[in-house]
């Protein structure tokens, strides 16, 4: 059985990492490197192949939030508990120094899953923020992994992958503490098409009428949760109106408003097509990916008010109940 | 608007500008190529325009509203920085973009215009909000604004607001008149000046630098800081603009506005609020206190050059009195370098040297702020050269970003110290992309914020301190040209801050 994982070696090998970088190559090159590190970002990884799609989207995400990565890659060979330290670097385009962040790879059996969390806590970046992304339901539900949690400002969470709305909120709700905000990249992924529905709405001329929408109705392809979160924002938007939430099996998602004298319907798919008095508007809807929607989450650190509202009426719609 | 939006998520969506028309003159022009539109498409693509928005352009060319779409297309894709151009946006931006041919001075053209206005408020359902924007040459500014007032275009039922390019005037008593008849048609309040120096990020980024940390500004003063030196240099000379630049010079062209602007940024007070009034009356009272030098103290503090020919990597490049469209004899500076004093309390007895050109050897934008050497050098052994003093430098462009100068020892045996940098790169360290200046510049003038632009009390207070440097220089005869170009300037530039026992730097 290996030895195991001792956080002052893995820090004296970034040290030395960071040594022979500032070094140069041995023809005398001096690379000149710039280290760039705003927070320790734990990536907690479902398998091998999901840890190498991991380091893919963080290579790309450390040039908007520079971290210290550590990823934790699970293992299924017995007792296996090891680590190794890298540096990603990139040239900005036009720019004559690297820029360099740290990631640090543990890999571990389930039998030795228990001497991660002390591993993490000493190889933390002092004084900057933690974040958690799960990119997968079995880490958290490993008792090992509840540990960890305190020390985290923020965990980010796929709830697209745990199932049903109401199981996926419920397994959120247990997650959430006051030190600890959870992010999801369901939510995330709504954020372009909030957008465009919230500014096609901002109309001088549309935004007085909408006290008259009694009904939101919405209509959500595959993505259940998503669908959910979409509804009670709508619902938060506009308390009085009443909210019904229908999956549909066929392209494209819709939403309509109705109410005396208004109807509104809108459909989505790569684009958005708004109809609002017989006027047709369109707006592009790209496709966020990993990338992009962790860029989003790990610039908002602090409470978001908006998810949290909207997190406690996908709750109540998920459960079957009506919002108050 | 926003506030009423029931669907407003600020920590996630990009600020949107609220409905409105942007009405161009001189639409035909370099900069609504280069710039305006190319901004305009970006803000398009990153949805933060309204469907009730529309562009209306004028210049006199005679054009079709399709032949204009088509030209600017053209300008959007060649021109259009860190971005894609897709198609199906474009179509959808272009069926809000209008023309309207005529002369600035024909009161026919006014009438077109507000027909047009009318047009794209009924359609687009634009509130009735205009935005003004010269973008002609200078000496169209006041006929413009005359012809709107005359028109009756500076009123309607939303708000009318006007963006002027530089130069405010070409001195002094210029940019009063001028000021005094935008006045006599709109309001200062509606008056955005636009100094594209003020949207650059890196130069917000000294806002935040200054005033979002509590480690700088007790040392950003007298006390620590021995002086500051400002640089825009330019490595290109007048690539075509001869003709333009030869009545302008470095002087006005870059100091008397860019760069006077990022010093009221780098040594202004702290305002109460992060709001255009406290923002730009701090940035006034700074102006206001820059000391007028005296016409016999203008040799001291202030040095002019021009570039003569030169050899660079193989090419011959040509002095400015041989490029073409500028006169053989032409007096202009294309180089000025300044000592400015500013009377307060804060600076007292700190200069401040600012100094730009063209032909330079690179291009770069920059603010060195040197401290105060330590009030004994116990490191120093006799007949050592003198320890170098902590420099912080604010980086504005190419590679923006700050550095912080400071000594550590070097490795090995005995105590000897040598320079080190620490590096912060903005445009790597976020390596998102960033807006470009008019597109920061016109988000905040739709949406009436007009904290990054330029105030009347603001311009004139900056031409008070240049206005003595013109007046002299106009009656000086300098032995032009005094430098070669690809060199950092001529030799009195230097000998201008020997005189305090200071040494430019080079960037």
Request: glycine share 8%; with cysteine; aromatic share 8%.
């Amino acid at each position: 059985m290996p030895a195991g994982v001792q956080p002052e070696r893995i820090l004296k090998e970034l040290a030395g990492l960071w040594a022979g970088m500032a070094k140069g190559d041995s023809k005398g090159n001096n690379s000149s490197v710039l280290r760039a590190c705003a927070m320790t970002l734990v990536v907690a990884a479902e398998s091998d192949e999901d840890a190498a799609n991991a380091s893919g989207t963080l290579a790309e995400l450390m040039h908007a939030h520079p971290s210290r990565a550590v990823v934790l890659r699970p293992s299924a060979e017995p007792g296996a508990m090891e680590a190794r330290v890298f540096a990603q670097c990139w040239m900005p385009f036009g720019k004559r120094q690297q820029i360099c962040c740290e990631q640090i790879e543990i890999t571990a059996s389930k039998d030795r899953l228990a001497e991660v969390p002390g591993a993490i806590l000493g190889i933390m970046v002092p004084d900057l923020p933690v974040v958690l992304w799960a990119r997968g339901k079995e880490w958290l539900s490993a008792p090992e992994f509840q540990l960890v949690l305190p020390l985290v400002q923020k965990l980010i969470i796929d709830s697209s992958k745990l199932g049903d709305p109401a199981r996926a909120f419920s397994l959120m709700r247990s997650l959430q503490s006051e030190t600890t905000y959870v992010g999801d990249l369901a939510w995330t992924r709504l954020t372009a098409l909030r957008q465009a529905i919230s500014h096609m709405l901002e109309d001088a001329a549309l935004l007085p009428r909408l006290s008259a929408v009694e009904e939101i109705a919405v209509e959500y392809g595959d993505h259940p949760i998503s669908g959910t979160y979409l509804a009670a924002w709508l619902r938060n938007g506009l308390p009085r109106a009443r909210v019904i939430l229908r999956r549909r099996d066929t392209e494209p998602s819709s939403i309509r408003f109705s109410g005396q004298g208004l109807d509104i319907s809108m459909e989505f798919g790569a684009n958005l097509i708004v109809r609002i008095d017989g006027m047709e508007h369109k707006a592009a809807l790209p496709v966020p990916g990993e990338c992009d929607l962790m860029r989003e989450e790990l610039s908002i650190l602090e409470s978001d008010p908006v998810f949290a509202s909207v997190f406690e009426t996908a709750e109540q719609l998920a459960k079957g109940g009506t919002p108050s | 608007m926003a506030e009423g939006n029931p669907f407003q998520d600020l920590l996630r969506f990009e600020r949107r500008v609220p409905p409105c028309a942007v009405v161009i003159f001189g639409a035909n022009g370099d900069l609504t190529k280069r710039k305006l539109i190319p901004a305009l498409y970006r803000l398009a693509y990153e949805r933060r325009l309204t469907q009730s928005f529309a562009t209306i352009g004028n210049s006199r060319t005679a054009m079709s509203d399709d032949d204009y779409r088509a030209k600017m297309k053209e300008s959007v894709k060649q021109f259009l920085e860190d971005s894609p151009f897709d198609e199906d946006l474009w179509n959808d931006f272009a069926k809000r973009l209008f023309y309207v041919a005529g002369d600035v001075g024909s009161p026919d053209l006014y009438r077109a215009i507000g027909e047009k206005l009318q047009m794209v408020e009924q359609t687009f359902q634009t509130t009735g909000n205009v935005l003004f924007y010269l973008s002609t040459q200078p000496s169209h500014y006041e006929p413009v604004v005359e012809q709107i007032g005359a028109a009756g275009l500076n009123k309607g039922s939303g708000w009318r607001r006007l963006v002027v390019e530089k130069p405010f005037g070409h001195d002094l008593s210029s940019a009063g008149a001028l000021n005094a008849n935008i006045q006599k048609v709109f309001p200062e309040s509606e008056v955005y000046r636009i100094d594209h120096y003020l949207g650059k990020e890196t130069v917000q980024n000294i806002l935040a630098f200054r005033f979002g940390n509590g480690i700088f500004e007790p040392v950003w003063n007298r006390r620590y800081i021995n002086h500051v030196q400002i640089t825009a240099a330019e490595s290109i000379g007048v690539e075509g603009r001869g003709g333009y630049y030869q009545e302008a010079g470095a002087l006005r062209d870059m100091i008397q506005n860019h760069l006077l602007q990022v010093m009221s940024t780098i040594a202004m007070e702290p305002p109460a609020h992060y709001e255009p009034g406290s923002v730009r009356d701090e940035r006034s009272k700074l102006l206001r206190a820059i000391r007028i030098p005296k016409d016999h103290e203008v040799p001291l503090y202030a040095v002019a050059g021009q570039y003569g020919p030169s050899h660079i990597g193989g090419q011959e490049i040509l002095g400015f009195r041989q490029e073409p469209g500028v006169d053989p004899g032409a007096r202009t500076d294309t180089y000025a370098a300044l000592t400015f004093h500013v009377d307060n309390w804060r600076w007292a007895g700190v200069p401040f040297y600012v100094r730009s050109g063209k032909r330079l050897p690179k291009r770069v934008t920059d603010i060195a702020v040197f401290f105060n050497q330590p009030p004994v050098s116990m490191f120093n052994r006799e007949g050592d050269a003198p320890l170098r003093p902590n420099m912080l430098v604010v980086r504005i462009q190419p590679e923006e970003g700050i550095s912080l100068r400071f000594l550590s020892k070097h490795p090995g045996g005995g105590m000897s110290l040598r320079p080190v940098s620490m590096d912060f790169n903005y445009g790597s360290s976020f390596g998102t992309r960033t807006p470009t200046a008019y597109e920061t510049l016109l988000v905040d003038a739709i949406s009436g914020d007009a904290t990054l632009y330029t105030r009347q009390d603001m311009v004139e207070a900056s031409w008070k301190v240049v206005q003595p440097v013109m007046n002299r220089w106009a009656t000086c005869h300098f032995d032009f040209p005094n430098y070669d170009a690809g060199t950092w300037g001529p030799r009195e530039s230097d000998e201008m801050l020997a005189r305090n026992g200071h040494v430019w730097r080079v960037p």
